[in-house]
């Protein structure tokens, strides 16, 4: 991982500790997002940074990370998982693994994707499900897909111009995509498959890409 790769955690249904833990082992620094630090209070994993309006960490909740720093963010037109993102934004992380977004109302499931939009443009940031992973693709991207994974697309934002896929089992060449749900249900035939598309697109392409 790189050196400025971080780990933001938030108070949802967090991945098996297979996929969680090296996270927390390789990360800089580990951000709780609000009552994220009660999560890593119970799995005794200390946090550098607790950030949030702090109404789901309350005082015995922070004591739990005494070297952390606390930071209260009260405004509420962004959500938590923003205030977080835009933070480690400020702060020089390039790369940032976010766990604990499933679960939950709906509405902040939805939210969780709409987070990736609102984030940084130059924050590189990877979702980790108990069932997949979930980030935002540059054009010309080589993904970290093995062959015979699920790999998922949407469009979010905008739509996807010139869309190509290579090494997968529907290919598609100079496509346009919108949201929809015809991204659903790929599948790579070789490994690391290629994704390009034209960097002059109204929309960012999220891929998934399933264990």
């Known amino acids: 991982m790189s050196e400025q790769r971080w780990l933001i955690a938030a108070a949802g249904e967090w991945p098996n500790p297979v996929i969680w833990r090296p996270l927390a082992e390789a990360a800089l620094h580990i951000i709780a997002v609000d009552g994220g630090a009660a999560e890593l209070a119970l799995n005794k994993v200390a946090a550098t940074v607790v950030i949030g309006d702090l109404d789901s960490a309350d005082s015995d909740v922070i004591a739990c990370h005494p070297g952390a720093r606390v930071i209260e963010v009260c405004e509420q037109v962004n959500s938590d998982l923003v205030k977080a993102l835009n933070w480690c934004g400020e702060a020089g992380a390039s790369e940032v693994d976010v766990i604990g977004v499933a679960s939950g109302r709906t509405d902040h499931i939805l939210g969780t994707f ?3 939009l609102e984030a940084p443009a130059e924050l590189a940031v990877k979702l980790h499900f108990e069932d997949c992973t979930a980030t935002l693709l540059d054009p010309g991207a080589i993904i970290e897909a093995r062959n015979g994974q699920q790999v998922s697309l949407f469009a979010l934002g905008g739509d ?6 290579c090494g997968f089992e529907y290919e598609v060449e100079s496509e346009r995509l919108s949201f929809s749900t015809r991204g659903l249900h790929n599948r790579a035939t070789v490994d690391n498959p290629e994704i ?3 960097s002059n697109s109204s929309g960012r392409l ?6």
């Open 114 to 116: 709409a987070a990736l």
């Open 160 to 165: 996807i111009e010139e869309l190509n896929l």
């Open 196 to 198: 390009s598309f034209s």
């Open 206 to 211: 999220l891929v998934m890409i399933f264990y």
